[in-house]
């Protein structure tokens, strides 16, 4: 029989392995949208293609509350477990589709339209998966290693990236534009499929958490999870909203545009940008641990500020040496700024679910947080390529970064240090540590 040791491990590798496969499916597109732009989207001004692009990437994003609630009220009202298993099912299927999907030439307008519904039936599915994964990993560690536990999660998130970055190039690499422009772009696709199966045969042999399990032999899981939370801690959805903006912005400009950026505003090529960008990922991943042991000696806020601050401060100045000085300068600005995400990604993995009651808590985080990645994360790219069409300035994005993370500086401040007495919000050895002021 497992010890509680074994199934704290096996819990935290199911729910980290299962966001590889959510974001590795998720973010292939993303590194593959300079090429399929054209596929599914052909127009004479390559701006517009990229832009329409980068829209449907969005769109996904646009369905992740949606999931949110969906998941929320499965995880809520009949466990963590299902609401995992589900969601990297339906991953799967839409990644399935995009394998398939036909292009413009062959079908028409039926085929964005066909890549708009592949998309956001992905969107619906990672609604659940993130808030899923923190809310399962705080409840089966104890609450002196949750910051180590959430950054196996946050782990799992950007190495899918990683991943994903990592497919995408050698896939380039080893096809010519010819073969990649008609079936090498789908390869990526199908690659994510043997991942999901492993997740599948580890998130089934997973039992749920026995917070859950305790509210509901309590018979208190609630019926309406969505109502309860909006009744009793809508400021708490907003808290994670707030901290949420700064997370996605500053993860997604890290994950998914400074490596559209550098093909167009640095002219580097496709490839060896792709191949930096998976470097830099890569190198972000390795920081995760770091991150959540520094979470659980030092507590979330403290963490999260230096995060926070490093990502405001370093926005400009990395983004102005990352055209014209070099490609080795650019990977050297990418890699430096982006060590503000596993500081700001694991402060907030633990901090997320400590806000809300164990009967609401996945429907709170996923509501929360889903809100801000349509508001801040899958619109990042979207919003940066903007920026600089609408002003004719590359480093306008930073501007995006530094208010994001003023958003995130100020939200912070409105989640207080002491509740009911029982300790300070640095502390994060204390269960109190992440426990919000609950009526």
């Known amino acids: 029989m497992a010890t509680q040791d074994q199934r704290s491990r096996r819990a935290v590798i199911a729910a980290g392995v299962g966001t590889v496969v959510e974001y590795y499916d998720l973010t292939v597109y993303a590194y593959l949208a300079v090429v399929v732009s054209p596929l599914f989207f052909p127009s004479d001004d390559p701006t517009a293609s990229l832009l329409s692009s980068l829209a449907v990437f969005a769109s996904a994003y646009l369905m992740r509350p949606i999931g949110g609630i969906f998941f929320g009220r499965l995880g809520d009202r009949f466990g963590r477990k299902r609401a995992l298993l589900v969601s990297v099912i339906l991953m799967g299927v839409g990644t399935t589709l995009m394998a398939l999907l036909p292009t413009y030439a062959a079908v028409g307008v039926l085929a964005p339209i066909l890549l708009v519904i592949a998309r956001l039936l992905q969107g619906f599915s990672a609604g659940g998966e993130l808030g899923g994964a923190l809310t399962y990993v705080y409840e089966v560690v104890g609450p002196k290693r949750r910051g180590l536990g959430g950054s196996i999660v946050a782990l799992g998130s950007n190495s899918g990236f990683a991943l994903a970055a990592i497919v995408v190039a050698t896939t380039s690499a080893l096809t010519s534009e010819a073969q990649m422009d008609s079936w090498g772009w789908r390869i990526p696709f199908v690659a994510g499929l043997p991942l999901l199966v492993l997740c599948l045969w580890l998130r089934t042999r997973i039992e749920d958490s026995p917070e859950f399990t305790k509210t509901a032999e309590r018979r208190e899981l609630p019926k309406a999870p969505l109502r309860e939370l909006l009744r009793s801690q809508p400021i708490q959805v907003l808290q994670v ?76 100045p990395a983004m102005a040496l990352m055209t014209g000085h070099g490609l080795a300068v650019a990977a050297l600005a990418f890699a430096v700024f982006a060590l503000c995400t596993p500081l700001i990604q694991v402060a907030t993995a633990p901090l997320f679910p400590s ?30 390529t903007w920026l600089i069409d609408r002003t004719g300035n590359s480093l306008a994005p930073a501007y995006f970064l530094i208010g994001a993370s003023a958003i995130g500086l100020l939200t912070l401040m409105t989640i207080r240090r002491k509740v009911r007495g029982l300790g300070d919000i640095t502390d994060s050895t204390d269960d109190a540590m992440t426990a919000p002021a609950h009526s």
């Open 241 to 316: 909203l707030g901290l949420g903006i700064a997370q996605n912005a500053t993860g997604y400009m890290v994950l998914t545009y400074i490596g559209i950026h550098l093909v167009r505003e640095g002219g580097y090529s496709q490839t060896a940008v792709t191949w930096t960008a998976a470097g830099v990922i890569v190198f972000v991943a390795s920081c995760m641990p770091i991150a959540g042991l520094l979470v659980d000696r030092f507590g979330s806020r403290p963490v999260l500020i230096a995060g926070l601050l490093t990502a405001a401060t370093l926005a400009y």
């Open 355 to 384: 806000l809300f009651d164990t009967k609401v808590r996945l429907t709170g985080v996923a509501l929360g947080f889903n809100l801000s990645t349509v508001l801040a994360g899958g619109t990042a790219a979207y919003i940066a």
